[in-house]
């Protein structure tokens, strides 16, 4: 029967501490961005988050799609153990960043335009969420700083397969010069020929 656990392992996450754990705080902090789209934007006489009445749809959509990317490429960048894709995480990083600082000024106008019927001011769902974005990216742009970090079980590949490759392939050969035959004289007055020493 065939064993699945090989093909499992291709796809299971290989950590190292010293290594992934910006590459960790990045999902924790874009996660957190999107759970500020259900904090309120907005407070004052009326509370609303980001998808409130009168608020703009196109920019928590966005948010939405941009952490989705960020997790996506940082899951690839501890499976796949490339560092590259830690570096394409900073693209829709800086997105979602950009975003927030967009929907600031948005909100911003939107309270100003409001009109009398009490104070608005910029909630702290928006604030946190520039705040989180802005963590994202400083910790997707530490990742390159801290690669250089070997893995757990670098550094000792000569002890594993390839290195009994190497003994047995000695062995081998050893066991050919010990049972090579003697070479036949060319001239019928010329003594038989003994195979080398293994001593020598």
Known sequence: MTNPSPSRSRFSVRLNAARDWPLLAAGAT??????????PWVSGFVTLNAFGRNMQITGPALIIV???????????ALVVDRPRY??????PA???????????????DLIDQSGPGGALSVGVGLWLGFV???ATVCF????????????????RAHTGPEAGGTSSGAAGFQSE??????????????????????SA
């Open 94 to 108: 800086a997105c979602l960043l950009t975003i927030y600082i967009i929907k600031i000024g948005d909100v911003s």
């Open 132 to 134: 989180f974005a802005l």
């Open 30 to 39: 874009a996660l957190l961005s999107f759970i500020m789209l259900f904090v």
């Open 66 to 76: 941009m952490v989705l990317a960020v997790i996506l490429l940082i899951y690839c």
């Open 177 to 198: 010069v010990g049972t090579e035959e003697p070479r036949t004289p060319k001239y019928p007055w010329e003594p038989p020929k003994a195979p080398p020493s293994q």
């Open 140 to 155: 997707l742009a530490l990742t390159p700083i801290l690669d250089r970090v070997p893995s757990e079980g670098r550094g």
């Open 86 to 91: 830690a570096t394409f995480a900073l693209i």
